[in-house]
T-cell receptor, first 112, second 113 residues
Framework: DQQVKQNSPSLSVQEGRISILNCDYTNSMFDYFLWYKKYPAEGPTFLISISSIKDKNEDGRFTVFLNKSAKHLSLHIVPSQPGDSAVYFCAASVTSGSRLTFGEGTQLTVNP | DVKVTQSSRYLVKRTGEKVFLECVQD?????MFWYRQDPGLGLRLIYFSYDVKMKEKGDIPEGYSVSREKKERFSLILESASTNQTSMYLC????????????FGPGTRLTVT
C-alpha cells in the first residue's frame, strides 16, 4: 500500500522556467510533509517542509504548496537551474511519529 | 553540520555471506534509520531505532536485523545475503522532538552475486 505517491517518474524543463513536482498521499493522519533532493552517489538532502496548518511555504527559489482536501502537495522551483537536476522525493510524517514515508521519486532534468 | 557516515560506499558480497553495514552519526541524535533505495520504489524503511538497544521494524524487515549498542552507531545485518538484497542502502538520523528532518549518509551500494 503506497501511502505517498509521485506519479511522474521524470520531468524535463528548460533552464529559467518553472519546475513543478507533484505528490499525493492517502493517509489522512499525515500532518507534516518534506521534500528531499538526491544527487547520484549521494544521500538525500532535506530541501523544504510544510506543516498541515499551512498551505504554502517558501524558501528562496523553492515553494511547497499543500492542498489538504485533495491530499496533494507540490514543489515549485523558479527559476530552474541545471544544478537542480536530481531525484526529488516527497515524504510525509505524523506529528507523534519519528518515521517518514517516502514517495517513489521524480527525476528532474533541467536543460541549459 | 550533522554528519552521518557509512562504513563503505561500495560492497560486493556473495550469496549466503553475512554482511554488516555500519552507520555513525555525530550529532547525538536519538533516532536512527536504515532504508534501501530501489528504482521506481523510492526509499523503503527497513528498521529504525529511537534509543540505544531499542529497535522497531519498518516496512521491509525480512532478511535483515539491526544492532544499536551505542547511541552514535546503528548497524544493519544481512544474516545470509541474497541477490534480491542488491540495492543502495541509506542510513539516516534525526533528533527527537518537533523537528522531522532526517539527515542521511552517502549510502552503500551493495551488490550480492
Amino acid at each position: 500500500d503506497q501511502q505517498v505517491k509521485q506519479n511522474s517518474p521524470s520531468l524535463s524543463v528548460q533552464e529559467g522556467r518553472i519546475s513543478i513536482l507533484n505528490c499525493d498521499y492517502t493517509n489522512s493522519m499525515f500532518d507534516y510533509f518534506l521534500w528531499y533532493k538526491k544527487y547520484p552517489a549521494e544521500g538525500p538532502t532535506f530541501l523544504i517542509s510544510i506543516s498541515s496548518i499551512k498551505d504554502k511555504n517558501e524558501d528562496g527559489r523553492f515553494t511547497v504548496f499543500l492542498n489538504k482536501s485533495a491530499k496533494h502537495l507540490s514543489l515549485h522551483i523558479v527559476p530552474s537551474q541545471p544544478g537542480d537536476s536530481a531525484v526529488y522525493f516527497c515524504a510525509a510524517s505524523v506529528t507523534s511519529g519519528s518515521r517518514l514515508t517516502f514517495g517513489e521519486g521524480t527525476q528532474l532534468t533541467v536543460n541549459p | 553540520d550533522v554528519k552521518v557516515t557509512q562504513s563503505s560506499r561500495y560492497l560486493v558480497k556473495r550469496t549466503g555471506e553475512k554482511v554488516f553495514l555500519e552507520c555513525v552519526q555525530d550529532m547525538d541524535h536519538e533516532n536512527m534509520f536504515w532504508y534501501r533505495q530501489d528504482p521506481g520504489l523510492g526509499l523503503r524503511l527497513i528498521y529504525f531505532s529511537y534509543d540505544v538497544k531499542m529497535k522497531e521494524k519498518g516496512d521491509i524487515p525480512e532478511g535483515y536485523s539491526v544492532s544499536r549498542e551505542k547511541k552514535e552507531r546503528f548497524s544493519l545485518i544481512l544474516e545470509s545475503a541474497s541477490t534480491n538484497q542488491t540495492s543502495m542502502y541509506l542510513c539516516a538520523s534525526k533528533t527527537s522532538g518537533a523537528r522531522y528532518e532526517q539527515y542521511f549518509g552517502p549510502g552503500t551500494r551493495l551488490t550480492v552475486t
